[in-house]
């Protein structure tokens, strides 16, 4: 029997975002700073419109100070941003697919 899907991580994404989580791209959330972007992925806007990364792994602001969002320039040092790399406890919604298998 051929493995299955894993389930949609999140309901709220839209489906093309949960699909691009299977191309082999990783996103490591850095503490006190941005998501870095490794692998195979694609960065589109909102609307699907193509956003050169320029190189192959990328830093995304996620203090939402940044100049050239979605990019990071570095500010969230300057702005005091922390955050931790690893959630402090489990999502609400990973609490409801464990439940649902
Ligand atoms: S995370 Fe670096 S500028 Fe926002």
Do not use: N, W
Not at 5 to 18: G, I, K, M, S, T
Not at 32 to 55: A, N, T
Not at 82 to 96: G, K, N
């Amino acid at each position: 029997m051929p493995p299955s899907l894993p389930a949609r991580p999140d309901p709220d994404l839209p489906e093309d975002d949960v699909l691009a989580g299977s191309t082999g791209a990783t996103i490591t959330p850095y503490r006190d700073g941005p998501l870095i972007v490794r692998g195979d992925f694609r960065l589109v806007d909102q609307d699907g419109g193509e956003i050169d990364p320029g190189r192959d792994t990328v830093a995304l602001c996620r203090c939402g100070k940044s100049g050239i969002k979605p990019f990071c320039d570095g500010t969230h040092k300057r702005s005091g941003f922390t955050a931790p790399s690893a959630p402090a406890r489990p999502r609400p919604a990973a609490r409801i697919l464990h439940e649902g298998r």
